[in-house]
């Protein structure tokens, strides 16, 4: 095996490693935000009725970072796909593979 292919698979492996450590990172982001979305709607139900604009305020802001954290999680897990997509379609095109 050539030193070049050997370096590639290792850097292959850790471009991998790499973006799965992201995308449990942006997971524990997400779920941060929705529990955040939680505490924010008790808040806001257990207002009274006189002074339920700000904390209603405050659960539309919690809203939108979870659909933000969200995004990004999503992102992440495309890219992963992508990834690992372009890796089985590959693996299909190498000389003596199987297919299905």
């Not at 471009?15 to 992201?22: A, F, M, P, T, Y």
């Amino acid at each position: 095996m050539s030193r070049r292919l050997f370096q590639r698979r290792e850097f292959d492996q850790w471009v991998r490693d790499q973006l799965i450590d992201e995308a449990f990172a942006r997971y524990l982001d997400w779920l941060a935000e929705c529990e955040a979305v939680n505490a924010a709607y008790g808040v806001w139900s257990r207002a009274p009725r006189t002074d339920a604009a700000l904390p209603f305020a405050a659960y539309g802001a919690a809203l939108d970072r979870e659909e933000r954290a969200a995004s990004v999680y999503r992102s992440v897990i495309d890219r992963i796909e992508q990834l690992l997509g372009g890796e089985e379609r590959l693996a299909g095109a190498r000389p003596g593979a199987a297919r299905v």
